[in-house]
């Protein structure tokens, strides 16, 4: 027995005696703040991006391989780690040294490499948030938390939602998710900000548009 089913199994045995509700839980609460085109919708994310330090970017699909080319090299990236399902045509234009996540890596291991591109499975324009999920396109969560530069790339409009209720609506709260408002940060009792305590120091996002 794990750690995980002997919690679960006090918690079972402390509410063994409690009454049962089936009362449905009300879900009648407000979904999203106001009307929004699509196009509000995503000018909307990316405002609230910026406003959490994240670098946004927009482009066409078409464009993408350069962008992220580009990027990496403005970084001056060497070495990038490369999720097992991500487009192998977003890294077309790039001649860094793809890195391929392995159950083996280390964290040491993961913080020598420069920058990690990913996908990303919803993101949520009124809290600015990116959502991983841990599909192929996005890896497992620890290769976005160890190295200090992280490209996570939104298909726009398929990706994106106006509010929580609605993201959650597309997530499978079985998978290990991920909610990154913004680079890593922290502050102390003085309000003094530090960055890269707990995730990359840098996120840059791309918004990526349809042809």
């Known amino acids: ?104 890596s280390t964290a040491h291991e993961l913080d020598r490499v420069d920058s990690v591109v990913t996908g990303c499975a919803v993101a949520i324009a009124e809290t600015g948030t990116l959502v991983l999920d841990g599909s192929p396109d996005q890896g497992r969560r620890r290769i976005t938390l160890v190295p200090d530069h992280h490209i996570c790339v939104v298909r726009v409009p398929g990706q994106v939602v106006s509010s929580v209720p609605q993201g959650l609506e597309r997530l499978d709260p079985a998978r290990p998710l991920t909610w990154i408002s913004g680079p890593s940060a922290t502050s102390d009792i003085e309000l003094d900000r530090v960055e890269g305590v707990h995730g990359p120091r840098t996120l840059e996002v791309i918004l990526v548009g349809e042809d």
């Open 1 to 104: 027995m794990n750690s995980r089913e002997r919690i679960l199994g006090r918690v079972r045995r402390a509410l063994a005696d409690a009454p049962a509700d089936e009362t449905p839980l009300s879900r009648d609460y407000l979904r999203e703040h106001g009307q929004r085109t699509i196009a509000e919708t995503v000018d909307l994310l990316a405002e609230n991006l910026a406003d959490y330090r994240a670098l946004v970017h927009r482009c066409a699909d078409r464009e993408l391989a350069d962008l992220i080319m580009r990027l990496l090299a403005e970084r001056g990236s060497r070495t990038v780690l490369v999720p097992p399902g991500l487009p192998p045509y977003w890294l077309t234009a790039s001649d860094v040294t793809q890195v391929h996540d392995r159950a083996a």
